[in-house]
């Protein structure tokens, strides 16, 4: 199957989970999650990560992911995570990505949708998606303090830029949770209701989608949410295998690691995907 926009997967009407990758072993790994399951997959690149690398690996890495998606019977998305140097989301657009966020969420809400609409009129035309995001996700690690999403912002936010998908902050958290999430699902309920009575077509995703409990994902994706990011459980499955293999050959360690990869999509797939409350 080839590739699909974001709005395309997410127009499905279920929650759909995003894995952040950083090579092709993560995305194997991934890949054979969702078609042994039988569910549609976004795979995502972390900005910070592509920078390590020149503008030929985002390419190569968009490339790799086409050719693979073209031979799966699964629906498959290239979505930048997190982008917030503007010359480089570009770069992505004309590279191949199916998808791409901006990331605006530290600066005032007119200057976040200015730019966001000019990168949704350059997207657009080349049927790229857009995600973006109102409010601000926190990080108990990172000491990045939690700005609730608006409803009436959400509402203004989309008509003004068009977007396909809404990043909001509803009580998750990036990275580590160092204690229990709060999660506020009326809030949920409240910015998705309002973006359907002004008959808008974004839907809404959830960041900080690691360590949150399976069954508030359930609830969740019941009350509007329709994209799941997923980083740093998939990144401890994939690392803590690599540090437990003893063996010296890479034909014994990138197997088990990709495995471990797998087995943590599956689960994360069951619960946003399949709506089933399974242990993490």
């Avoid at 990331?103 to 973006?132: C, W, Y």
Wanted: with cysteine; aromatic share 8%; proline share 4%.
């Amino acid at each position: 199957m080839a590739l699909m926009t974001l709005r395309e997967i997410l127009n499905l009407g279920k929650g759909v989970p995003a894995f952040d990758v950083f090579d092709s072993n993560m995305t194997e790994g991934v890949l054979m999650a969702a078609v042994e399951l039988n569910a549609p997959v976004i795979l995502m690149a972390y900005e910070e990560h592509m920078k390590l690398f020149d503008l030929n690996t985002v390419k190569t890495f968009a490339n790799m992911i086409k050719a693979k998606a073209e031979n799966l019977p699964i629906p498959v998305v290239i979505h930048l995570d997190h982008g917030k140097d503007v010359a480089f989301i570009k770069e992505c657009i004309y590279a191949g990505f199916s998808s791409v966020m901006f990331d605006g969420s530290t600066l005032s809400l007119e200057e976040n949708a200015k730019i966001t609409k000019e990168l949704v009129d350059i997207a657009k035309p080349r049927f790229v998606s857009v995600e973006a995001e109102v409010g601000k996700v926190g990080s108990d690690t990172g000491g990045v303090e939690t700005i609730y999403t608006s409803p009436h912002d959400a509402v203004w936010f989309a008509k003004e830029t068009g977007i396909d998908a809404l990043a909001v902050s509803v009580g998750t958290t990036h990275g580590v949770y160092l204690k229990e999430a709060k999660i506020n699902f009326e809030l949920t309920s409240q910015i998705d209701q309002a973006l359907k009575e002004d008959n808008l077509p974004t839907k809404l995703v959830l960041h900080g989608g690691s360590g949150t409990p399976p069954k508030d994902l359930i609830e969740l994706v019941k009350r509007g949410i329709r994209k799941v990011n997923i980083g740093t459980d998939l990144n401890k499955a994939y690392l803590s295998a690599l540090s437990d293999t003893k063996s010296i050959y890479l034909e014994d360690v990138f197997p088990k690691a990709i495995e471990k990869v797998k087995e943590m999509a599956k689960k994360y797939i069951e619960i946003i995907y399949y709506q089933k409350e399974v242990s993490l």
